[in-house]
Nanobody, 127 residues
């Protein structure tokens, strides 16, 4: 079992930055691939970024490449999403998720492959 708690959301002006954190419970955090997703009302949850067990592999949706960075600190059982140059279209509830692929270099990009989810944190970008 893994419990995930996101923090760091808030209101920011366009062009600003936020850093989201996701703290995970459990002793096996290092065997979980982690991901960030976001969702706006009336739309499906969409993939944002993912990182492998080891942290050596990352992957981003096209709309955030060059602006967002996912990272992890296995000693702190925490995964981060640094969001720069924020745009109003980035406004959403952001969720972190954990999955256990068998391969430590694999990233997971679909919601169905994730086993555990946080409660979400709201990010609002004003124009």
């Amino acid at each position: 079992q893994v419990q995930l708690v996101e923090s760091g959301g808030g209101l920011v002006q366009a062009g600003g930055s936020l850093r989201l954190s996701c703290a995970a419970s459990g002793r096996t955090f290092t065997t979980y691939a982690m991901g960030w997703f976001r969702q706006v009302p009336g739309k499906e949850r969409e993939f944002v970024a993912a990182i492998s067990w080891s942290g050596g592999t990352t992957y981003y949706t096209d709309s955030v490449k060059g602006r967002f960075t996912i990272s992890r600190d296995n000693a702190k059982n925490t995964v981060y999403l640094q969001m720069n140059s924020l745009k109003p279209e980035d406004t959403a509830v952001y969720y972190c998720a954990a999955a256990q692929p068998p391969n430590p270099v694999v990233v997971v990009t679909t919601t169905l492959e994730y086993d555990y989810w946080g409660q979400g944190t709201q990010v609002t970008v004003s124009s």
